[in-house]
Each structure stands twice: as structure tokens, then as C-alpha cells.
């Protein structure tokens, strides 16, 4: 078990490094460099303690043992320079094992302050521990203060979430386990201990409580061990041997990969199966299968979708569909799965959706569905997900799929988490165990009344949709609204758009707001218009279809860009891209709650568009939409608290917005031409086609474009836009690939500190040097001739400090913006769900 101690120390270590390592994960690979680093150190001189000898500081690599880091006669210089060649060289050690070899490839020291490195190397030494078991507790907790990998829709499973999973699942001593979308490897250290324990002669299956039914205990602190010190003592080597063996994962990035070798060997792995791979793109390893599959994979697709290969039984474009199709195809003929699904799974219409589902029932993958809370993933996401659970065996002995609502899971849904007395997973697990023992039995299973729903599989084909949501096969509950659901023309007049004549100047003018698409930005939020980029004549308002529309009026894209939504405040027309809907009785609806509604059924619209090129929704799609409708006095509730979460969000997007860097200038201080201080690099040509994924970010003219497996440029790194988004500064503290679309910039260390040449250039506007014919360029010869602010270097240092805090500032900015945007969503699917029904 965790101790105080340890615990408080990885705190400490954490709150040294969040102004130089601000992201969470690049902490947690920072401090397990560093445990693992002291770790060898240690075992070095235990070695040493008990008559033997070191075995990797020695020779040339003596010169790099954790004590010399402590050396007083260093420099702060010198210890910068002796960590950071530490890390390059250890992993050339020929004394090295392979694991500590992949765990020290590609580590680097990602900022360059001496006294951050000092008070951190401090905070690491004053960790002790006899063996790994100890470092094991402490790392457990380091991945559990783990953040969410949000770009890439991972985050973070809790651990009763991943027990409760595993318990479900059962995995045996001779299963061959694989995560293909591993992470951290909690579901494999999970599985590994379930075997442990259910091969241990201490073990009491009827008596002993699980993991997920100890809601009194914190989240980082959960146990697989309930109390007890399960040794596994009924396996023989041979059977440990084998699932050593044979318990493996994949990730795309070489950071989680690195993080489950750690956590793997901690656990007992000299050798753990964990590998660098792409599982949707790569077909090294299609061959290879597994009895057992659990996983929590990516929700996130990139822009454009996944290019995958054709070996997939579904051809999709989305993360989610492809990782499940995987998953299925590289089961064994007796195999068991369970994955964590989002919502899209479950009920979205498209094509590649409807396929899965048909193929999870029709070819006897699926044995049930297990609805989670929607705050499960709380504070990184309020995503809705679900539990898909997959037995070959058992799906062929039955005709029915069951459905089981956990309201509650032994925790507030509330950002922090807490510890509450409702726990809906231990009746979860028993009614899944009973219907499982009828099934194979023969036997009938007598369905509880606790949110447990039997439905035939044939009743699941007759919508051609398969569609999962098990409330809409609940006899007792036929609506899935607590409101009744009126048809969106009994509310609404519905009106079309228009466009006047091209060619025609006396129909194009400044009389009259017209809204095109470029009104209404790409975002999740309702948009307010009170102005538009494009304007028309009274006269061409008069001679095109177009109507003038009064004052909150709901526009909603319907063409193209499905589903985006406005609200005008002073009278416009809009083109044939829209429908606009006109509140025929505002006592009866109120637009604002309906422009949430329709908002909330983008997804819906999407799938209902029609057409080649361009599809579109049409009007009488519109017409017979349904839409819950509460009491008036409740819809402005409705509204009232959605309102004060928008205004939350619009005041942190003016914060993220429009913060820049301010430095208030001394007319005594240095006015330099930036030529003085800096070179503009470019950048190298690296086509997506020529990109193998690693760890190395490639960075274009907006930022991150993706990712390699090596690099030509020392993070940290500021790179400028050349062409495209020219003059954007970026800062990037890995190592990193800039294209050829870019510059980056090499200094003159003794006069300006890289972190204020940063600030500088942010605040110099590089922007407004844009020239040339096509797309627009920064000559770099104009950048060097600003002149800018040089304060001394002490100066420069006070200044960049002040800046971080801001940043800070701004970064929980954006984490508040994500936060009230779920709250909005969470919000608006209790409008469509009857929250005392059954919701799946």
C-alpha cells in the first residue's frame, strides 16, 4: 500500500517541475527516468553490500552513478550538462538489460534550468525503498495522477473501473492476454494480479470483497490484494513462465510504451511484452491473437479519419469502429473480451456503426452491455461510455443480449471524485455472473428489477440498426423522454434561404445582413450574430428566395457543414445552406432552449443529409423531427443554467482569445535588431508519406502535424511559421522535426535567454511581415531587421517567470472551457432522457 511519505514525495517532485514540464504526462516520464535512473544506483550498491559488484555504473559509465549528480564541486552548468549526457549515454551500456535499454531510449532533459534540476535530483534522492515492490506503490500512484491524453481522446481508466472490467472478464492462468491500445498497461497489471489472486490457496471467491466494492477507499490507493498478500502460490514456474509470456500490449507512442515497460517490470516482468505499434495501420503483428482482449482505446479520430489497411472486416475511418473490428478479428475461437466504448457505438446510424453492431450480434460477439456513469472519466472528460462484453463461448449458448445500468459506481461524478455510499458495480458483476451460470447451465435467468434488461437478438435485427441502447427495448419505460415529444413544424415555421443573382451589383450592397457559413464559426457553441461578413440590397433580398428573418430566429446549417447553430439579434437573411426556424408560440417554446435542442442533435441531422457532392437535410426531414418538450417554466430553467455556463465559457475564451505576451519596456534598456541575436533555420521537407510514427513531434507552420521517429532539432525549440500561417511562433520543448513550411531559431546564448526570445517574437507580430504573391510568406531577412527590448539577462529572467505564471493562467482557462462545455452536454441529454428510466 501507498504510503504518506511516498506519496507526498511525488507531489513534491511534480510541483518542482510544473513550470518548466507543465504537461502531466512529460512529468510522470520525468520522474520515472529519474526513479529508475536511482533505482539501478541502488541496486548497484546493494550488490556491493552483499560481497558482489556493481553491475551498471562501472567503467566509463561510473562517471555517470546517481551519487556524482550529488558532487559539490559541480556547477549548476555542470549538473545540467552531466544529467543530460547521462541520459543520452546510459542506454548505450552494454551492462544493460534490453528493458532498461527501451525504458532510456530517446530521454531527455526537457529544460534547462540548473536550480530546477537541483531541487528535483533532491526530491528523487530522499525516495528509499528495499526492492521494486516499494518503487511499484509509488509508481502506481505517478500514473495515477496521470492527466488526459486529450488530443488523442485517451484517458486515463480508473482503477475499479479497469478491476471491475477484468473481474468480468475472468482471465485464466491459461489465457493469452493483449491490450492493443495499452497505455499505461493498467488493464494487463490488473489481469496479471486477478490471476495471482484467483491461483492463490488464501483466496476465498465467495468471500473476498473485489476492488470496485471498496468505495470507502481513495481511487489512487485501490488494491487488487483487498487486505490480503496473494502470492499465486498454486502456480507452478512453468504457468508463471507462461503468462510472463504471454500477457502483451501495443501503443502508438513510444511515452506510454515506455510507462509500461516501467509499470510491467515493477510488477514482476523482467521482460515485458510491450510494443511500439500502430494497431490500425500496421499489419506486422495481424497474425498474432489473443483468448483474452481488454482494452480502452482512443475515442478521438484525427482530422480526415483513419487511413487504415484493408484487412479489416469493416472499412471505417474512425477510431473507435476500427479498434473494436480489431479486437473481434483477433480474438481465438473461444475468446473473451471487454471494451470501453463511447456512445457513438451504441446508437450512431452511419453506415460503418450499423455494420459493427449487426457484426457483435448477428456473428455471436456480444454477450451484454454495461452503461457507465456519464462522469466516469471525471475531471479529464464527460464523455458517455459503455462497457461492450464480448464471449465467443458464451454468445453462441444464448438468443438474448443483456443490458445493465450502473447509476453508480462508489464515487460522486463530480470533478474531484469522492468516496459515496452508492455502488452499483457489485450488483453489476453478480447479476453478469448469474446470467452467465444460467446460460451454460440451461437454466433460465430470473432478470432482476435493479436496471438489468433481457432483449432477444432477433428484436435488436428488426430496425436493420442493431441499435444498443437498451432503454428503447424496455417494455415498462416505451419513451425515452420524461416530456413529450412534438414534431418540430407544430412549433416552428420552417424557412428557407436564398442566394441573390451573382453578376448583379444592384442586388449586392450594405442594406441587409446575409448570413453565409462563414458566420457561423466551427465550434460547439451556439453562435450570436448581430453582423455578417457578406451584405445584400433590399432590392436583391426582394428578387431571390431569400426572406428576412426577425430577431431570434434559430439558423441551422443544413448544407455541407450539418448542424451548426445561431441565433440572430437584428434582422437578416441567410442563404440556401440554412433552415431557419421561426417560434410560431413563444409561450409555448422558447428559442433559446430550442436552439440548444437542435444543437444537441447535430449528429442526428448529419446522418439524415441526402446527396452527391453536398448533402443536405431537407425541409421536410425538418418537419417531422421530434423534439422533447417540457413546460415553458422549465425550459427556462433549461436555458437559465445553460446560459451561465455559456457566459462561464465566453469569458475564458476571451482570456485564451486574446492573451499575449506583455513586457513593459524600460526606455533605458537595449533596443537590438533581432539579426544581432538569432538566426532564422528552415526547416526540412518531411511528406506524411515519408513519416514513421515515434515519438518525435513534426511541427508545420500551426503547430504539431504529427509525429516521427527521429529528429534533427534540440527541444527546447521556438519555431516560426514561414509560409502558410506565416509568423506564428510556436514553443516546443521536445526534441522535434520543423518542415519545411517553418524556421526555427538558434540563438547567441550570452545575450538573450531562449524563453524571453520567445515572448519577444510572440509580441513582435511576425504576422504583419507577411508578403509575396500565393500563400503568404515571412521573409526572414524582414524579421531581422526589428529592432527589440534587451534587458540584461537577470532581467530577462524575472520577466520570462512572470510570463509562465500568466500562461498558467491561461491554461486553466482552457481547462475550464472543456469543463463547462461537458457540463452543457451533460446537460442537454437530460433534457432528451428521462433521468429516473432506464438510461444505457
Known amino acids: 500500500m501507498l504510503d504518506s511519505n511516498t506519496k507526498k514525495k511525488i507531489d513534491d517532485a511534480r510541483d518542482i517541475l510544473v513550470g518548466k514540464v507543465p504537461v502531466p504526462s512529460s512529468q510522470v516520464e520525468q520522474i520515472t527516468i529519474a526513479l529508475i535512473y536511482k ?24 562517471q555517470y552513478a546517481w551519487n556524482k549528480l550529488f558532487d559539490p564541486k559541480l556547477s549548476g552548468e555542470g549538473r545540467v550538462m552531466l544529467y543530460q549526457d547521462a541520459l543520452i549515454k546510459i542506454p548505450n551500456n552494454p551492462q544493460l538489460p534490453a528493458l532498461f535499454r527501451d525504458i532510456f531510449k ?88 486477478h490471476i495471482i489472486k484467483t491461483n492463490s490457496s488464501n483466496y476465498d471467491k465467495v468471500n473476498d470483497p473485489h476492488t470496485f466494492a471498496l468505495r470507502s477507499t481513495p481511487l489512487d490507493e485501490l488494491v487488487i490484494q483487498n487486505g490480503k498478500k496473494y502470492t499465486g502460490d498454486l502456480l507452478t514456474p512453468d504457468q508463471r513462465a507462461f503468462i510472463h509470456k504471454n500477457i502483451k500490449g501495443y501503443d502508438i507512442a513510444f511515452e506510454m510504451v515506455r510507462l509500461s515497460l516501467v509499470n510491467m517490470y515493477l510488477h514482476g516482468f523482467n521482460t515485458p511484452q510491450i510494443y511500439e505499434y500502430d494497431t490500425l495501420t500496421s499489419t506486422d503483428r495481424w ?41 473481434l478479428e483477433h480474438l481465438t475461437t473461444n475468446g473473451k473480451a471487454g471494451i470501453i466504448v463511447p456512445e457513438g457505438i451504441i446508437f450512431q446510424s452511419g453506415n460503418a456503426y450499423k455494420q459493427l453492431r449487426k457484426l457483435l450480434v448477428e456473428e455471436n460477439f456480444l454477450v451484454g452491455v454495461i452503461s457507465l456513469p456519464t462522469g466516469v472519466f471525471n475531471p479529464y472528460s464527460g464523455v458517455k461510455t459503455s462497457i461492450l462484453w464480448i464471449d465467443k463461448a458464451l454468445a453462441k449458448k444464448t438468443d438474448k443480449i443483456i443490458f445493465i445500468k450502473v447509476n453508480n459506481d462508489g464515487f460522486d461524478l463530480g470533478a ?72 418540430l413544424c407544430n412549433l416552428v415555421d420552417i424557412v428557407m434561404g436564398g442566394t441573390p443573382k451573382s453578376g448583379t451589383p444592384e442586388y449586392w450592397g450594405d442594406d441587409v445582413n446575409w448570413v453565409t457559413l462563414v458566420d457561423l464559426p466551427p465550434t460547439d457553441f451556439i453562435t450570436t450574430i448581430s453582423n455578417t461578413a457578406r451584405k445584400i440590397t433590399k432590392l436583391g433580398l426582394t428578387n431571390s428566395s431569400a426572406k428576412l428573418l426577425p430577431v431570434n ?32 408560440d413563444p ?11 437542435i444543437r444537441s442533435m447535430r449528429d442526428k441531422l448529419e446522418s439524415l443529409g441526402t446527396g452527391g457532392t453536398y448533402k ?34 465566453d469569458g475564458a475564451k476571451q482570456v485564451v482569445d486574446n492573451w499575449k505576451p506583455h513586457i513593459d519596456i524600460d526606455p533605458n534598456w537595449d533596443m537590438v535588431k533581432l539579426k544581432e541575436l538569432c538566426t532564422f533555420e528552415y526547416g526540412k521537407g518531411l511528406p506524411e508519406k515519408d513519416r514513421i510514427s515515434g515519438p518525435y513531434p513534426v511541427l508545420g507552420s500551426n503547430g504539431v502535424s504529427g509525429y516521427h521517429n527521429s529528429s534533427f532539432v534540440k527541444g527546447p525549440v521556438i519555431v516560426v511559421g514561414r509560409k502558410g500561417s506565416a509568423g506564428e511562433v510556436v514553443w516546443e520543448d521536445r526534441d522535434c ?95 432528451w432522457i428521462n433521468e429516473t428510466s432506464i438510461q444505457q
Open 39 to 62: 533505482f539501478m544506483y541502488d541496486m548497484d550498491n546493494e550488490s556491493i553490500e552483499l560481497g558482489g559488484n556493481p553491475k551498471y555504473f562501472t567503467g566509463d559509465y561510473a
Open 106 to 193: 530517446n530521454a531527455f532533459l526537457p529544460y534547462r534550468d540548473p536550480e530546477t534540476l537541483k531541487l528535483f535530483l533532491k526530491c528523487i534522492n530522499e525516495f528509499t525503498y528495499e526492492h521494486s515492490e516499494k518503487l511499484g506503490d509509488a509508481f502506481e500512484y505517478l500514473l495515477a495522477v496521470l492527466g488526459s491524453q486529450g488530443d488523442a481522446g485517451q484517458f486515463r481508466t480508473p482503477r475499479h473501473i479497469i478491476d471491475f472490467i477484468v473481474a468480468l472478464i475472468d482471465p485464466k492462468k491459461e489465457d493469452s492476454i493483449l491490450d492493443p491500445a495499452c497505455g499505461t498497461a493498467g488493464f494487463l497489471i490488473s489481469a496479471y494480479k
Open 287 to 327: 497474425n498474432e491473437y489473443a483468448s483474452v482482449i481488454l482494452a480502452n482505446p482512443p475515442f478521438m479520430t484525427p482530422k480526415g479519419g483513419i487511413r487504415p489497411h484493408q484487412r479489416f472486416t469493416i472499412q471505417a475511418k474512425r477510431s473507435e469502429v476500427l479498434f473494436v473490428d480489431y479486437m
Open 416 to 487: 474531484n471524485r469522492r468516496p459515496i455510499e452508492a455502488n452499483d458495480l457489485p450488483a453489476t458483476i453478480a447479476s453478469a455472473e448469474a446470467f452467465k451460470q444460467a446460460v451454460f447451465s440451461g437454466n433460465e435467468f430470473q432478470v432482476p428489477d435493479n436496471g438489468v434488461i433481457l432483449v432477444d437478438k432477433a428484436k435488436l435485427a428488426d430496425s436493420k440498426d442493431y441499435n444498443l441502447n437498451g432503454g428503447l427495448y424496455n417494455a415498462k419505460k416505451p419513451s425515452c423522454s420524461k416530456w413529450d415529444m412534438e414534431k
Open 553 to 584: 430566429t434559430v439558423l441551422v446549417s443544413s448544407r455541407a457543414t450539418i448542424g451548426r447553430v445561431a441565433i440572430n439579434t437584428v434582422p437578416l437573411a441567410t442563404n440556401q445552406g440554412f433552415k431557419n426556424l421561426i417560434v410560431k
Open 587 to 597: 409561450d409555448i417554446i422558447d428559442y433559446k432552449y430550442l436552439a440548444y435542442v
Open 616 to 649: 443536405e437535410v431537407s425541409k421536410s426531414t425538418f418537419d417531422g423531427l421530434l423534439i422533447p418538450l417540457p413546460p415553458l417554466s422549465v425550459q427556462e430553467e433549461i436555458v437559465a443554467e445553460l446560459d451561465s455556463y455559456q457566459k462561464i465559457i
Open 737 to 831: 522535426c520543423p518542415i519545411d513550411t517553418t524556421f526555427y531559431i538558434k540563438h547567441d546564448k550570452r545575450k538573450i535567454v531562449y524563453r524571453y526570445l520567445y515572448y519577444v517574437l510572440k509580441m513582435a507580430n511576425l504576422q504583419n511581415l507577411r508578403g509575396g504573391t500565393g500563400i503568404p510568406g515571412l521573409n526572414r531577412n524582414d524579421a531581422y531587421e526589428l529592432l527589440i527590448p534587451l534587458p540584461d539577462i537577470e532581467t530577462q529572467n524575472k520577466i520570462i517567470q512572470g510570463l509562465i505564471d500568466e500562461e498558467h493562467y491561461v491554461a486553466k482557462s482552457r481547462k475550464m472551457i472543456k469543463h463547462y462545455d461537458e457540463l452543457i452536454v451533460q446537460r442537454i441529454r437530460r433534457i
